[in-house]
């Protein structure tokens, strides 16, 4: 089946750790996503890629890092530079300016 | 000022009613996303439209890009409908980025 992949479901960061949450889609899109969104709070972009090899910053993008080496694939990872990790992380990817499929998301928590 | 404002923030309902929940955004678009967010999290596309009205099932959603608005209803409402539902607009100048609104909280109880 076609879709966005998102692992773990569930993670846990020690203080001073940096952990990586996996995005994987076989949409063929070119264009992935990561948002943050915290309890009753809507989603904020942390970084985006329109095409592999390159990516942008959100609105957020401090404590995170992101790669593109692979169409498929556009791993997020939360630095221990990141002081409030705690959130729901989704992940999402578009053919352009189109409909915008998700991931099932990731919940971040520290120990 | 957000530039993709909802209303209302939450709403409740009754099992059969119908719901309006609407979307008003300041900035020029070429497309309209309406997306529902489960309890679990999840997000699924329900509609995107640049014109007109689209209807799938129970919902529908219109868009009127002079007045810069866009409603989502659903009518016969079930319990099932409950969750959160955010409305998102590929902004002309936003590259390839959508803005979001704040989302719209709706709990239909039996």
């Known amino acids: 089946d076609g879709g966005i992949t998102q692992s773990p479901k569930y993670l846990f960061r020690k203080e001073g750790q940096n952990v990586t949450l996996s995005c994987e889609q076989n949409l063929n899109h070119d264009a992935m996503y990561w948002y943050r969104q915290d309890p009753g709070q809507g989603l904020r972009l942390i970084y985006y890629s329109q095409i592999v090899n390159d990516f942008q910053k959100g609105d957020i993008a401090e404590g995170y890092s992101v790669s593109r080496e692979k169409k498929e694939s556009f791993p997020l990872t939360v630095t221990s530079a990141q002081k409030n990790p705690t959130a729901f992380y989704l992940c999402?990817?578009?053919?352009?300016?189109?409909?915008?499929?998700f991931g099932a998301g990731t919940r971040l928590s520290v120990l | 000022k957000n530039e993709v404002e909802q209303s209302p923030q939450n709403l409740t309902a009754q099992e059969g009613e119908f719901i309006t929940i609407n979307c008003s955004y300041s900035v020029g678009i070429s497309a309209l996303h309406w997306l529902q967010q489960h309890p679990g999290g999840g997000i699924v596309s329900l509609f995107m439209?640049?014109?007109g009205k689209k209807k799938h099932g129970r919902l529908i959603a219109t868009i009127n890009i002079q007045e810069k608005h866009s409603s989502l209803h659903i009518t016969a409402s079930h319990p099932r409908d409950s969750a959160v539902y955010i409305c998102a607009v590929w902004g002309e100048t936003s590259g390839s980025r959508l803005t979001f609104g704040e989302g719209t909280q709706l709990t239909v109880n039996p």
């Open positions: 999402a990817s578009s053919m352009g300016r189109n409909i915008q499929y």
């Open positions: 439209l640049s014109s």
